[in-house]
């Protein structure tokens, strides 16, 4: 859903918000340019069968980046795309870095791409392309659970992750702690709960906490808290719908949602599952009861809402149509979606734009969560539950002792209740979103001369980078 143009490249428009928070530390140009450039780039090409009688041979392009060592692993998802390059690759895998800084995950950055159509190939053709691309990468050491660690990215999911894992494993056997080696797998393959909504609850929790902040709600005329306010999402991918369904739990409106076909707008608010199963059954967002379409799916970009939330790809809000957009907030949960020259513009308009190295690392702290639980071999919550839950109903017996009241049921289930896995992951994230907001905020507070929160969010991540390569004395 890329729909726009700049004179810089991903790479470079990520370059270019590097240098100018750059000039806010005080690191040398050494340590700068190492900050900054992509350590490994690696390009392959594999022959994969495809056709029904596998009697088809197609040649595949994919990537793998690792643009820091200062922490190993790195980490990074998987593009699943037709347009997948690698100035895209190394541009994403530049925000994972920053990402895990921001969010204190103790991660490099890294990503991986794959240019294929998914649309285009059968499930089976998929995992063969799949398989054989995490058998490249295990043929050169780029994967591994203390290497590097690919996640779902657009176009992939649990099923490729599953997939991965498994080549991996049969390629490494005996390696204890391999499924470690990637993250965003299913359950029942040594997956996470929580981490398919990981982006967009993170997405949620972020923006929350700024519209809890008064005088940042002040400076836009908004009053404080997300209950009321109304919210475009563009894109119904993972990310977009776990992101509109998080918002209208925490009484949000989502008046409107994009996606390629078009979009869809009502004043009322929108219901994510429905829609998401309308288009299911109709193969199209477009006419879904109550709403009204719109012609283009940018369109939905420039309606007047407090949250705009780009969720699909990079470019969509452009030198072209920054000027025309309404939102108060942009929530970046799209990596890259604001180019260099919209980026100033929306900056002049006072438009306050929550960066995607911040926003969106929801997925990759959950992805951290989940490898922490395969090198440990053990569910979250499993010591901890019983305990927990024999220690409340002891508490509670003894309040009712005391206050000769008994509690209904009800309540008594709400006290005692110890924490499964879902539990602690999402308190884990909600906890890193809250505290890395603050964080920013803090680094704006410390630096009046900052313009952005994108500028705040690129000096807390060089500054940690950095000190990094200085601690690991990389340099003299
Ligand atoms: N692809 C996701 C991102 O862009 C998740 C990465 C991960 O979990 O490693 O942040």
């Not at 176009?155 to 991996?168: H, K, L, N």
């Not at 494993?169 to 204890?176: C, E, F, R, W």
């Not at 836009?220 to 369904?245: D, F, P, R, W």
């Not at 309040?399 to 896995?421: A, F, N, R, Y």
């Amino acid at each position: 859903m890329s729909i726009g143009t700049s004179k810089y490249t991903f790479f470079e428009t990520v370059g270019h918000n590097f240098d100018k928070a750059s000039k806010f530390t005080t690191f040398d140009a050494g340590i700068l340019e190492q900050i900054k450039s992509c350590n490994s780039v690696y390009r392959m090409k594999f022959p994969v069968r495809t056709g029904e009688k596998l009697d088809k041979i197609e040649v595949i392009e994919a990537y793998r980046v690792q643009h820091s060592h200062h922490k190993a692993p790195c980490k990074g998802g998987i593009r699943f795309s037709p347009d997948v390059n690698q100035d895209e690759v190394m541009a994403l895998a530049a925000l994972m870095t920053y990402k895990c800084a921001i969010v204190n995950v103790p991660f490099g950055g890294g990503k991986g791409g794959i240019k294929v159509d998914t649309r285009k190939y059968t499930e089976l053709e998929l995992e063969r392309i799949t398989r054989r691309y995490a058998a490249e990468l295990v043929k050169k050491n780029f994967i591994g659970p203390g290497i590097d660690v690919p996640a779902p990215d657009y176009g992939s999911g649990e099923r490729e992750m599953g997939w991965i894992a498994d080549t991996y494993l049969a390629m490494k056997s005996g390696d204890v702690d391999g499924l470690g080696c990637v993250t965003g797998k299913p359950i029942a393959q040594g997956g996470v709960r929580g981490r398919r909504e990981a982006t967009g609850l993170g997405v949620f929790y972020g923006i929350r906490e700024l519209c809890r902040q008064k005088s940042v709600m002040d400076k836009m005329g908004l009053s404080t808290g997300v209950e009321g306010k109304t919210v475009v999402v563009q894109g119904l991918g993972n990310v977009g719908y776990h992101s509109a369904k998080f918002f209208r739990e925490g009484g949000a409106k989502v008046i409107a949602i994009a996606e390629y076909e078009g979009a869809i707008t009502n004043p009322d608010g929108l219901n994510e599952e429905e829609v998401f199963a309308h288009r299911k059954a109709t193969g199209s967002i477009l006419n879904f009861p109550g709403a009204t379409n719109l012609a283009r799916s940018s369109d939905a970009l420039e309606l007047a809402c407090d949250i705009l939330v780009p969720a699909a790809l990079e470019n969509v809000i452009t030198e072209e149509n920054a000027s025309r957009i309404q939102a108060k907030i942009i929530a970046e949960a799209a990596n890259g979606p604001v180019t260099v020259e919209a980026d100033d513009i929306l900056n002049k308009k006072n438009i306050v734009i929550v960066p995607d190295i911040y926003l969106n690392a929801g997925g990759v702290t959950v992805s951290y969560f989940e490898w922490l639980k395969n090198l440990s071999h053990v569910r979250y919550g499993r010591m901890e539950k019983r305990f927990t839950e024999n220690m409340n109903t002891q508490i509670v017996k003894q309040i009712e002792e005391l206050s000769g009241k008994t509690m209904s049921e009800t309540e008594k289930s709400t006290i005692l209740h110890g924490p499964d896995e879902v539990d602690l992951i999402y308190s884990g994230l909600e906890e890193t979103m809250i505290s890395s907001l603050h964080d920013l905020l803090n680094t704006m507070e410390e630096h009046p001369e900052i313009d952005s929160m994108r500028t705040a969010a690129f000096v807390l991540a060089i500054k940690k980078v950095g000190v990094s390569y200085k601690e690991l004395g990389i340099f003299p």
